[in-house]
C-alpha cells in the first residue's frame, strides 16, 4: 500500500526543512532506514531515512524546495500502484524539469511570462537589430554562474561531500558545485579527484580585471537580477531577529580596555602549552564566565513572568558559516580553563561550519559573544539572541597612544560594547558586570585568585 513522505522533524526549533538533494529518483526501489534524502534544517544538514519497503513512486518536492513539517514530500509505495488518491491536493512537479526550474526561479523569471517576453524581443529586434544587440549581450554577462567561494558569496555543500573531500584532502574551495542553487555534491568531489594532481597545486592565479565600457548615448534598461531561495538556516535568523530587535527592549553599553596583559599572558600559556593554541578569544570566554559568575543578573533570561536565573555560564560563541550564524555553546564555561575553552571551541567551531553540531550543541546558551575583531572591525553593537539578557560584541585590539601618569604610553586596547535586555538587565547592573569583565581582562592574575 503506498504511503506518504512527510517532512521530519530533525531539530528541536525546525518548522519547515528544505530538500537539499534527493539520494534517490523515482522508480528506486528504496527499504527501510536507507539515506532517502538530505535535508536542510535551520542549523544543519541532515539525512532522512525511508520509513518504509518499496518503490520512490512520486516526488512531490524537489530539490531547493521548502516544505512545512508534517507537509508530503514523496510517495512510497508498490511498483506501478495507482496513487491517484494520495496525489489528490499535492500534485508533484516533474523531477526532470528541476534543473530549469531552478534556473527559472533563481531569475525571478516566470516561463509563461518569458515566452510572451522572448516573442516581444524578436519583434522589436527585427524592427530595431542596432538597438537590441546591447541588451542581449547584456543578458548574456548576467546569466547566473556558479562562482569560487572567494569572491564572498557562500557555497552550499552537502554532508557527503564534506565528509568525502576530507577523506581525500579534495579542496572545496577549488571545487564548483553541479548541484541546484551552485551546490556541492558527491559527484562533484568524484570530478575532483580525477584532475591530474598538477592542477591542484599552487594558488590559483587572478584574472585580469574586465571594465565594462559603455557606449556614449546609449540607454539602458533596468539592471537584470536573479532571486536565490533563502536556506532554513538564513530564513531562522531573519525571524529571530525579528522577535529581537522589535520586542526585546535594547540598551548598550561600550568600555575601552587594556589588552597588554592578557595578551602576554596568552603568549606564555601557548609557549607552555603550544598544543592548546589559545586565542584571545578564548581568553575573553573565559573572562566573561567569571564575571556573569559574580553578577547573576545577567546570567539570566527573560522567561514571560518570570526572570530564569543560571547556575553557570553557558557562553554561546557566534561563528560564521557559508549558510549564516551559528552560535556553538561551551557549557559551564566558569568551570574550565582556558585551554580547554580553546580545544573546545576549536572543536565545536569545525563541526558548526560542516554543520554536523547536534541541536543540544547549539541550543541554550545563557550569555553570547560576537567578535569581529579578526576582520579588523573596532566597535559594533549585536544582536540580542532571545531569550539570553544580554551579548557581548568584541572589536579589534590595537595599538594606541593612551595617556599614563602623565605620559603617553602605547598600549593594546580593544572596545567592546554589551548589548541588554533592559526588562532584566538594567544599567547599572550591566555597568557593573563590565567593570568587573574589564578589571580581569587588564589585570588576569585575578582568575587565579578565586572569586
Same mark, same amino acid.
Given at each position: ?68 513539517? #508534517?507537509?508530503?514530500?514523496? %510517495? /512510497?509505495?508498490?511498483?506501478? &500502484?495507482?496513487?491517484? +488518491?494520495?496525489? !489528490? *491536493?499535492? $500534485? @508533484? ?85 553541479? #548541484?541546484?542553487?551552485?551546490? %556541492? /555534491?558527491?559527484?562533484?568531489? &568524484?570530478?575532483?579527484? +580525477?584532475?591530474? !594532481? *598538477?592542477? $591542484? @597545486? ?90 556573569? %559568575? ?158
Amino acid at each position: 500500500m503506498a504511503t506518504q513522505v512527510v517532512m521530519p522533524k530533525l531539530s528541536p526549533t525546525m518548522e519547515e526543512g528544505q530538500v537539499a538533494r534527493w539520494l534517490k529518483k523515482e522508480g528506486d526501489k528504496v527499504s527501510m532506514g536507507e539515506p532517502l534524502a538530505e535535508i536542510d534544517t535551520d542549523k544543519a544538514t541532515m539525512e532522512m531515512q525511508a520509513l518504509s519497503n518499496g518503490v520512490l513512486l512520486k516526488i512531490l518536492v524537489n530539490d531547493g524546495e521548502s516544505a512545512p513539517l #508534517g507537509e508530503p514530500i514523496a %510517495i /512510497v509505495g508498490e511498483k506501478d &500502484e495507482d496513487i491517484s +488518491e494520495l496525489l !489528490k *491536493g499535492k $500534485k @508533484g512537479k516533474p523531477p526532470k524539469a528541476e534543473e530549469e526550474k531552478a534556473e527559472e526561479k533563481s531569475e525571478g523569471k516566470d516561463p509563461k511570462k518569458e515566452a510572451k517576453k522572448e516573442e516581444e524581443t524578436e519583434a522589436e529586434e527585427a524592427a530595431e537589430p542596432q538597438k537590441a544587440a546591447p541588451a542581449k549581450e547584456e543578458e548574456k554577462e548576467t546569466k547566473p554562474t556558479v562562482q569560487p567561494s572567494g569572491d564572498g558569496r557562500r557555497k552550499l555543500i552537502s554532508p557527503i561531500a564534506a565528509r568525502m573531500a576530507a577523506e581525500t584532502g579534495v579542496d572545496l574551495k577549488a571545487v564548483q558545485g553541479s #548541484g541546484p542553487g551552485g551546490r %556541492i /555534491v558527491k559527484r562533484d568531489i &568524484e570530478v575532483a579527484m +580525477e584532475e591530474p !594532481k *598538477g592542477a $591542484k @597545486g599552487g594558488a590559483p592565479r587572478l584574472k585580469p580585471l574586465a571594465l565594462a565600457q559603455g557606449q556614449p548615448g546609449a540607454t539602458y534598461e533596468p539592471s537584470a537580477y536573479r532571486d536565490e531561495p533563502l536556506s532554513e538556516r538564513r530564513r531562522t535568523i531573519a525571524r529571530r531577529l525579528v522577535t529581537s530587535l522589535g520586542p526585546v527592549p535594547h540598551f548598550f553599553l561600550t568600555t575601552e580596555i587594556e589588552m597588554d596583559r592578557a595578551a602576554d599572558m596568552r603568549q606564555q600559556i601557548n609557549t607552555l602549552y603550544p598544543e592548546a593554541k589559545v586565542s584571545i578569544n578564548d581568553v575573553i570566554i573565559k573572562v566573561a564566565a567569571v564575571a556573569l %559568575i559574580q553578577h547573576p543578573q545577567v546570567n539570566a533570561s527573560f522567561q514571560d513572568k518570570t526572570v530564569r536565573f543560571y547556575e553557570h555560564a553557558d557562553i554561546g560563541v557566534a561563528v560564521a558559516t557559508e549558510n549564516g550564524l551559528i552560535t556553538p555553546v561551551v557549557r559551564s564555561a566558569d568551570l574550565k580553563s582556558i585551554t580547554d575553552i580553546a580545544t573546545e571551541v576549536r572543536e565545536l567551531a569545525g563541526r558548526a561550519r560542516a554543520r554536523k553540531l547536534k541541536p543540544e550543541e547549539y541550543l541554550g546558551a545563557t550569555f553570547s559573544i560576537s567578535n569581529l575583531g579578526m576582520f579588523g572591525i573596532d566597535e559594533f553593537t549585536a544582536v540580542i539572541n532571545p531569550p539570553e539578557a544580554a551579548i557581548l560584541a568584541i572589536g579589534a585590539m590595537a595599538e594606541k597612544p593612551v595617556a599614563r601618569g602623565g605620559e603617553v604610553k602605547i598600549r593594546q586596547m580593544m572596545r567592546v560594547t554589551m548589548s541588554c535586555d533592559h526588562r532584566v538587565v538594567d544599567g547599572a547592573v550591566g555597568a557593573q558586570f563590565l567593570q568587573t569583565f574589564k578589571q580581569i581582562l587588564e589585570n588576569p592574575l585575578y582568575l587565579f585568585l578565586g572569586s
